[in-house]
């Protein structure tokens, strides 16, 4: 991965990337790699280890094949195959291109035609790796009714991990969703910002490592803990998504763009009056009979008035 940025002017700027950094060498020429791998030459946090049929733990993915698909209506798709070059064992990375968002959704499918089956200890989604002179990380955390309490941090040299083991609503204590300001900390309006999102409910896992080069790796995915996966022959193991858009015009500007993403592509008629539920365990609990609901109805009917005039006021200033 060689850079993650504002578009250049022409495309003989983007080798000249490496020069822009100081930085020492690369002694395994695989830490900035698509999806590193474990067991063989990777100094790093990796994105995928597993044990082959006859034991071995050594996995070296190299570049095969990509393909490039215009599914229309401003959203192109990207697959890249990766192999071993000794396993019949191969890595499909999906890159799927929001160009009207500004949104990235990726994710991997992982195959192999060995003759038993394989072990897999780690299977992220993603493996990106981003230049700056400084990183800082805003995460969430919360618990019930104080859930996406934000703190913002600067990531130092190692590994900071994001990850639930809750098995299920992991918004509860640590949503799978963050932000990292690219060389000093942004605010709502002002500065480059990576706005991430794993598409899984259930636990996960973000390593954000700054290594020896001064560069930040960021892997996420379905969290392996305690949770290896005997993979068969010829059977597809599919990641999540996870979604990255970037904004260089603070958090504010990122936060919009998922939300323009979710309301297109995800969320069931995003763009256009939906059903309301409402949920009285708050309000009366188990004492609550017909006219209680009648009268909380009512109520919320006459809120949510206030709240489309209060929205169509903000678009017309």
Same mark, same amino acid.
């Given at each position: 991965?060689?850079?993650?940025?504002?578009?250049?002017?022409?495309?003989?700027?983007?080798?000249?990337?490496?020069?822009?950094?100081?930085? /020492?060498?690369?002694?395994?020429?695989?830490?900035?790699?698509?999806?590193?791998?474990?067991?063989?030459?990777?100094?790093?946090? $990796?994105?995928?280890?597993?044990?082959? !049929?006859?034991?071995?733990?050594?996995?070296?993915? *190299?570049?095969?094949?990509?393909?490039? %698909?215009?599914?229309?209506?401003?959203?192109?798709?990207?697959?890249?195959?990766?192999?071993? $070059?000794?396993?019949?064992?191969?890595?499909?990375?999906?890159?799927?291109?929001?160009? &009207?968002?500004?949104?990235?959704? +990726?994710?991997?499918?992982?195959?192999?035609?060995?003759?038993?089956?394989?072990?897999?200890?780690?299977? !992220?989604?993603?493996?990106?790796? @981003?230049?700056?002179?400084?990183?800082? =990380?805003? +995460?969430?955390?919360?618990?019930?009714? &104080?859930?996406?309490?934000?703190? /913002?941090?600067?990531?130092?040299?190692?590994?900071?991990?994001?990850?639930? %083991?809750?098995?299920?609503?992991?918004?509860?204590?640590?949503?799978?969703?963050?932000?990292?300001?690219? #060389?000093?900390?942004?605010?709502?309006?002002?500065?480059?910002?990576?706005?991430?999102?794993?598409?899984?409910?259930?636990?996960?896992? /973000?390593?954000?490592?700054?290594?020896? +080069?001064?560069?930040?790796?960021?892997?996420?995915?379905?969290?392996?803990?305690?949770?290896?996966?005997?993979?068969?022959?010829?059977?597809?193991?599919?990641? $999540?998504?996870? =979604?990255?858009?970037?904004?260089?015009?603070?958090?504010?500007?990122?936060? *919009? &763009?998922?939300?323009?993403?979710?309301?297109?592509?995800?969320?069931?008629?995003?763009?256009? #009056?939906?059903?309301?539920?409402?949920?009285?365990?708050?309000?009366?609990?188990?004492?609550?009979?017909?006219?209680?609901? &009648?009268?909380?109805?009512?109520?919320?009917?006459?809120?949510?008035?206030?709240? @489309?005039?209060? *929205? *169509?006021?903000?678009?017309?200033?």
């Amino acid at each position: 991965m060689l850079y993650y940025g504002k578009k250049l002017n022409s495309i003989n700027e983007y080798a000249l990337i490496t020069n822009a950094y100081r930085q /020492t060498a690369d002694y395994t020429e695989v830490a900035d790699a698509a999806y590193t791998a474990s067991g063989s030459r990777n100094l790093l946090e $990796p994105a995928i280890t597993v044990t082959h !049929a006859d034991g071995n733990n050594s996995l070296d993915l *190299r570049y095969v094949q990509h393909e490039q %698909k215009d599914l229309g209506n401003g959203v192109s798709q990207l697959s890249i195959i990766l192999k071993d $070059p000794v396993y019949n064992f191969q890595v499909t990375l999906f890159y799927k291109s929001y160009f &009207k968002q500004d949104v990235v959704e +990726q994710w991997a499918v992982i195959r192999h035609a060995e003759k038993s089956n394989v072990t897999l200890h780690k299977y !992220a989604s993603a493996n990106l790796h @981003i230049k700056g002179k400084s990183f800082w =990380l805003t +995460q969430y955390h919360g618990d019930w009714a &104080k859930e996406m309490q934000s703190e /913002t941090s600067k990531l130092t040299h190692g590994i900071k991990t994001l990850d639930s %083991k809750l098995g299920t609503r992991a918004n509860l204590f640590q949503p799978s969703v963050f932000m990292v300001s690219l #060389d000093q900390a942004a605010t709502e309006d002002e500065g480059t910002v990576l706005y991430g999102a794993l598409e899984y409910s259930g636990n996960f896992k /973000t390593d954000l490592e700054l290594d020896y +080069q001064n560069n930040l790796r960021i892997i996420s995915g379905i969290n392996n803990y305690a949770s290896a996966y005997t993979l068969k022959p010829n059977e597809d193991f599919v990641t $999540p998504g996870f =979604l990255y858009t970037l904004s260089h015009e603070g958090k504010g500007s990122a936060s *919009r &763009k998922l939300q323009d993403w979710a309301r297109h592509y995800k969320v069931l008629d995003g763009k256009k #009056d939906r059903l309301t539920l409402l949920n009285n365990w708050e309000a009366t609990y188990f004492d609550f009979d017909e006219t209680k609901l &009648k009268e909380l109805i009512k109520d919320t009917k006459e809120t949510r008035c206030r709240f @489309i005039s209060f *929205r *169509r006021r903000l678009v017309r200033e």
